[in-house]
């Protein structure tokens, strides 16, 4: 896991109750190769301010461990390679230290074929 910040502004405490994050935005390619390393993108926003967790479920039966917490707005780099063919749907979610969780992402799907 590669974090990235800056990936966009970081907002102050909206003040009194803690609100979840938002859903974190996913992105990486659409097409890969088995056994092909991908890199995928998961930007993530806490309206609060707040440093967050991001999970990533691959769609293969394999998830991400919950990484570091980083700070809203940061740009987390996760890379998966998958081990057979077929048409994957990538979901991130995320949340924050009270721990308030994120709803899942939009999906993201990946086709992967054979060499």
Same mark, same amino acid.
């Given at each position: *896991? ?7 502004? *970081?907002?102050?405490?909206? $003040?009194?109750e803690n609100h979840r994050p938002w859903s974190p935005a996913v992105? $990486? ?6 056994? %092909?390393r991908l890199e995928f993108s998961v930007v993530v926003f806490d309206?609060?301010?707040? @440093? ?19 700070f809203s707005g940061a740009e987390v780099i996760f890379e998966h390679?998958? @081990? %057979? ?20 992402? @939009? ?9």
């Amino acid at each position: *896991m590669l974090v990235l910040l800056g990936a966009c502004e *970081m907002a102050g405490p909206l $003040g009194g109750e803690n609100h979840r994050p938002w859903s974190p935005a996913v992105s $990486g390619p659409s097409a890969a190769l088995v056994g %092909e390393r991908l890199e995928f993108s998961v930007v993530v926003f806490d309206p609060d301010g707040d @440093r967050v967790r991001v999970f990533v479920a691959w769609g293969d039966g394999d998830t991400s461990d919950y990484g570091e917490f980083v700070f809203s707005g940061a740009e987390v780099i996760f890379e998966h390679s998958y @081990r %057979e063919p077929g048409t994957f749907s990538i979901s991130a979610r995320c949340h924050d230290l009270e721990p308030k969780f994120s709803d899942w992402s @939009r999906p993201r799907a990946v086709s992967v074929t054979r060499p």
